[in-house]
């Protein structure tokens, strides 16, 4: 079992930053993708952006090209994601979520509780 804990949410206005953090915990990590999702209110849960293990792949939805960024430090079992250039629409719960080595690409197997992002205008 993985334990997932979100945390760096917040509120801010338009334009600015924020760097949230997903720390892992539990069985061996080792190999695990990581991604994030958000959902906003009233809305369905939508892909934000995921990585690999080694880093190598990225992916990022088009509505966040460019102004966010994923990264992982595999020695602290943790997964960022630095979001700039925030805007109102990117006001959702964010959702860290991982996949072992053995699931097919585009599941996930654990999720995290969710971190609350706010941006005003």
């Known amino acids: 079992q993985v334990q997932l804990v979100e945390s760096g949410g917040g509120s801010v206005q338009a334009g600015g930053s924020l760097r949230l953090s997903c720390a892992a915990s539990g069985r061996a990590f080792r190999g695990y993708a990581m991604g994030w999702f958000r959902q906003a209110p009233g809305k369905e849960r939508e892909f934000v952006t995921d990585?690999?293990?080694?880093?190598?792949?990225?992916t990022y939805a088009n509505s966040v090209k460019g102004r966010f960024t994923i990264s992982r430090d595999n020695a602290k079992n943790t997964v960022y994601l630095q979001m700039n250039s925030l805007k109102p629409e990117d006001t959702a719960v964010y959702y860290c979520?991982?996949?072992?080595?053995?699931?097919?690409?585009?599941?996930?197997?654990?999720w995290g509780q969710g971190t609350q992002v706010a941006v005003s205008s």
């Open positions: 990585i690999t293990w080694s880093g190598g792949s990225i």
């Open positions: 979520a991982a996949r072992n080595p053995g699931s097919r690409i585009g599941t996930y197997d654990y």
